[in-house]
């Protein structure tokens, strides 16, 4: 039995997606405009792509956002991967108590984050300061930050793709004369892939376009995209800057699509 849906409520979604869809559409359509600053528009134009990789300082932005992005997700998803097995297979006594450690990191304001980060950095640069040793926030400040938050993403998506299964497939491996490791390997892993994958283009994208922890954690000279264009956007909104934004939106659309087509259940599962 179908349920009609009030025109109030259907009228409201309406308005809610405008509210949150209209805005990046602007910007999108803005960045093939033809004129230099202001929002009048002059004619379709592409020339502004080309003009934003021809800027140094926004390829090394890139260079530095993809290798944070990159080698932030391939730590995060290993490390979640491990815990959300863990919290899976095991029946841990505190299970409750690290399911919500987990969920901290995401239900926190980032901001807060940010200066916690912050904050810790400074407390152990001063303590290596004492053994003569220091160190400046950048690429490795950055990179443990995203891993940080990222973790948590992996490790729930995982639990979450295995919920529905039971210890019962591995005993069942077993029973067949499979080793602990190949029950693994041909049982388990197959079933958390999606998973897997899944969280990984989730952290993958949560580090591409974060700006408030980055923005805390990176010292002078380091930046990502979302930084960079920050700065830019305090001299003024231009057409390669809102190119670069919607560079950004494109790969963060393909990057969800895809994370939410693999934790999709198949039909014949």
Known sequence: MIRRTHPALRAWAWLVYAFLYLPIIVLVVFSFNDSRFGATWEGFTTKWYGVLFARADVREALAHTLEIALLSTLVSTLLGTLVGLGLWRYTLRFRTALTGLLVLPIVVPDVVMGVSLLMFYSF??????????????????????????????????????????????????????????????????????????????????????????????????????????????????????????????????????????????????
């Open 124 to 269: 152990v640069r001063q303590g290596l300061e004492r053994a003569g040793w220091t160190f400046d926030n950048g690429f490795w400040t950055v990179l443990l930050a995203h891993v940080t938050f990222q973790i948590s993403y992996v490790a729930l998506t995982v639990r979450s793709r295995l919920a529905g299964y039971g210890p019962e497939l591995e005993e069942a491996a077993r029973d067949l004369g499979a080793s602990g490791w190949e029950s693994f390997r041909r049982v388990v892993l197959p079933l958390a892939m999606p998973g897997v994958l899944a969280g990984a283009l989730l952290a993958f994208t949560l580090s591409l376009d974060d700006f408030v922890v980055t923005y805390f954690t990176s010292g002078s000279g380091f930046s990502t995209l979302p930084v960079l264009i920050y700065t830019n956007v305090k001299r003024g909104v231009t057409p390669d800057i809102n190119a670069l934004s919607a560079l950004l939106v494109l790969v963060t659309v393909v990057a969800i699509v895809a994370a939410n087509a693999l934790l999709r259940p198949r039909r014949d599962a």
